[in-house]
DNA sequence: TAAACAAGTTTACTTTATAAACCAAATAAA
DNA sequence: TTTATTTGGTTTATAAAGTAAACTTGTTTA
């Protein structure tokens, strides 16, 4: 009667940044911070809990002298965020 | 950007439970068991978070000789499983 | 009357989430 | 120029959740 919901997806802040992700194809750290209003310590622990996962791939890089880590979701990442949605629905009907 | 989503409400089985009784009025133990296909021990920590929130009541009764709980949703339940619904739409779009 | 079953609850353990502390490099202030 | 301060994070420690397994209480069945 229930789908399963992705783990991995069924966290607040996850969700958040694969919502961002989907948007906007690409994203650095500082951007996702902002737009999430995530603590940095969590954004951290949790992008890495995405890459892993294969949803995310992030690359880290400079811009002129400062770090930046760059965000991008993968095909597989859609594919799940999109299978979560779907899941959703026998949660929450339409 | 995001809304918050009510931690109560943010698990996946606490979610089925109020996903079956708002749809039913009324469910007891056994049934919700069977609906959510959790295991009778999480089933009992879940509705006591849900009883303790004011969002289910919980009665405990007897069907004949075997004893029977019966669960309701309450209007706050109602109003804060409308409210999560809603405060998705930030994450999932529509 | 002893074994099995039903309907839960409690306990113990594992996994998550999150904040706080920390670090290294760059920039700004004294 | 040394000393704060800021930026962009990571690591660590703790609290909260989720879950299975063991237990309880009473009932039915062999």
Redesign the interface.
Known sequence: ??D??DPLL?S?LR??VM?VLIGSDEADFVYLRQ???ATAGNLSVQLDKLAAAGYITVEKGFQGKKPRTTCRVTDTGRAAFAAY?ES?R????K
């Open positions: 009667m229930f399963r919901l069924h607040e969700l958040a919502s737009q999430t209003g949605v959703l026998s949660y929450i009907g």
